[in-house]
């Protein structure tokens, strides 16, 4: 009798996982538009923590604690996009605590996942998210291909959905939802696969994430090195590696920083040994820890293989108009520039002005630490603690400040006079 539930209990699991692809179709079931948050845009102007402007999130957030008797399944459709994930966090924290990212996540049976190989063809998926008291008989029961187990000690979690660069199944750029749906939410309970009522989707903190806000002395120095971020507690990518810096541009200050930017895959077949799947350059105030200028790999000035520079100078500064002369001619004689002009004036959602205190973030996702001149392959360098900036705790530069640890795919930033600027060229 035994062996003959263990098989009814087998049959249940494959029904519910082969069948999930279609279940969104059905007219008993929720919209899952409906389930998740509306989009946290990257270029909204809202989310703290510097987003990439090139993004789009949704969360889900619910208490685990009150609901460790179930299971949570996402059923959905392969976005088309660059890139795409799930990312867990403990919503008490904001500490990354699981996820599975696009070329990781197994097709449903019978489908195909388009981040694996170029198709046209629909892909379906489902993931699994489980109390890890639950994990062993669900894993053992079920066999699922996607799951995250969650740690008992976590109270809240928040389910986030990225995506880079969307498109509508035709490639047409910018679609918010990378042409389909969201994916559907379902509870199960573990032991017979059947639905249970869904945890209330609850408000999470990440709408409060925020870095802190500081004043360094290193603001006011020439130079401008770069460090590699350590692991974040404010929601993070964890496919993802950020090179950041810092500076204080005043008056007709003009500051530029070079490197050659990571290769970028132009197929799906490629991206398992790329260097990088995506890589992005975004300025975001100090003062309020907010993106507001970005260049990515698709749209900015660049070469694979050569240096490219990128010229940051304020909006108020009286030369602005010689020095975006300048930005044009080097690009018309075939050099690789590309300037962002700073709204210090600018205000934000507070009504507080952007200010002159600018953040730089280099950002690679999915970076391969195989490749030689990987960021993956530096040494993290603390934030300011309140005594000791960032330049202060470098131990080993030879693996801490990014153009001494990768040479020229290193970025290294220089401030100078406009004057100066107007008469220099490019290396």
Known sequence: MKDFCIQIVAVIASFFILTACSETDSPDLPDPMQQWSATAKGN????????????????????????????????GEFPHCRYFSFSIYNDETGSAIGGIDDLSIAPDEGSVNPFQVSTSQSGFFTMYVVPEKLSADFIRKFSPKNICVVKDDVRK???VVRQY????????????????????????????GEAMPLPDHILSNVYKATSDVYILKSDELREMPFFLATPGRYYPNNSTDYLYARTRLRGDSVLTFSFIPAPIPQKPEMYPEAAARYWSVCLGSAGDTRSYYSLCDRNANWKEGEK?????????NPRLTEVSAKVER???DGRNVNLFVWDCDKLNIDGKPLGEYITFMYR????????????????????????????ETVVNPQKQIAHIALGDYGPFGIKMSAENYLTSDLE
């Not at 490639?171 to 032991?191: F, R």
């Not at 490219?308 to 108020?316: G, I, N, P, Q």
């Not at 603390?382 to 005594?387: C, T, V």
């Open 364 to 391: 690679n996702i999915l970076p391969n630490p195989a490749w030689p001149h990987s960021i993956s392959n530096m040494v993290p360098t603390e934030y300011y603690d309140g005594i000791h900036e960032p330049i």
């Open 330 to 332: 080097d690009i018309k």
């Open 157 to 159: 979690v928040s389910i």
């Open 165 to 192: 660069l969307g498109t509508d199944a035709s490639g047409v750029e910018s679609d918010e939802y990378g042409g389909v749906s969201l994916p559907l939410i379902t509870a199960l309970n573990p032991v017979n």
């Open 44 to 75: 909204g102007e809202v989310i703290g923590a510097y987003p990439d402007l090139y993004s789009n999130y949704w969360e889900y957030t619910y208490n685990i604690s009150a609901n460790d008797d179930r299971v949570l399944r996402f059923s």
């Open 308 to 316: 490219a520079e990128f010229v940051v100078c304020l909006k108020t």
